[in-house]
């Protein structure tokens, strides 16, 4: 066999066995793309995303869209050739595993976690609407989670509204934290509460809870970072009572990066007139109950799914300004909000045409 022949032939002999060496080879990498993007002023599914009953609401007009990423499973195992196509892709973006799965968390724990946390957007972004709205929103602070094998364990329960910690009042849920870690672990704690069936049964008959119970336990140590503090095993959070019905309707979405347009969303169906002048405009942000938008993930892949669906405006968290700037899609203009009357205040420039005016990032 001719020299040249020869060697052309182990070329691609080598070629061949690295490119099969590649699928097989697994890489610590996950991909992240853009994801749907649904207008919370729509339907979805064929039923609207916002439903609200027993409060007039007024028609709306233009798109204020939520928007989404898709990201590859906990499980799934990214091999190399997979990992180069994503890199070089432009509307992908492949990071480190642990990146999106922190902690080693499994599939189920992080989708467990999402879900938790796209409820508890859609509770604060109500809340921030309605206080936008001057509407009264009754809050207390409630036990959120209770850890396995804690000393509250047993004791305390989801749903139950913590009154007070060793007689002084909670008003808010890092209260709880301030108030236990006053002892040392090994002392004991008292929590008054009101359980969570007679919390239910006072909503349910609209009256105020009247069956409280106090409840001792016996602190332990906390080993988060190496701190020696005392806990109960417990985190607490908060739960409201609206003086009407919201429901949103949205499956298979999680985290709390919608929060944001979803309070948009409310405000616009609970005011006369059209929020957006007809304009679409699409957005994300976490949303507190005082209104104050935080930054999320995957900034780059929504305002490409956005665009993608026609949005001409993107409502970008102030901290992710600077990553959303670096490579913005043709023909969105990406406006800077750091709250609720930020988000506002521009809606208010793009129905009026006063679009120079507008906070935009980078700018």
Known sequence: MPRRTATMLASTLMLIALLCAGVFIPVPYAEMSPGPTVNTLGDHDGEPVLQIAGKKTYATSGHLNMTTVRVTSADYRMNLVEAVYGWLAHDNKVVPHETLYPDGKTEEQSTQENAEEFSQSQESAKVAALKQLDVPVKSWVIVSTVVKGSPAEGKLHAGDVIKAVDGTVVKAPADVAKLVTKHK????????????????????????????????????????????????????????????????????????????????????????????????????????????????????????????KGARYFLTPADNCAAAAKDTPDGLTLIKVGTIQDALGALKDIRSGATADLPKCGK
Do not use: C, N, W
């Open 185 to 308: 672990p090994g002392q004991k704690v008292r929590f008054t509460v009101v359980p969570a069936k007679e919390q239910a049964a006072a909503e349910k008959e609209k009256r105020t809870p009247t069956k409280t119970q106090d409840i001792t336990m016996t602190t332990t140590t906390s080993d988060d970072d190496g701190e020696k503090r005392a806990i109960v095993g417990i985190s607490a959070g908060t739960d409201h009572t609206f003086p009407f019905t919201i429901d949103i309707k949205l499956a298979d979405v999680g985290g709390p990066s919608a929060g944001l347009m979803f309070a948009l969303g409310i405000y616009d169906k609970l005011t006369p007139g059209s929020l957006t002048g007809g304009a679409f405009v699409a957005g994300t942000g976490t949303i507190d109950d005082a209104g104050k938008v935080g930054p999320i993930g995957g900034i780059e892949m929504k305002t490409v799914g956005a665009r993608a």
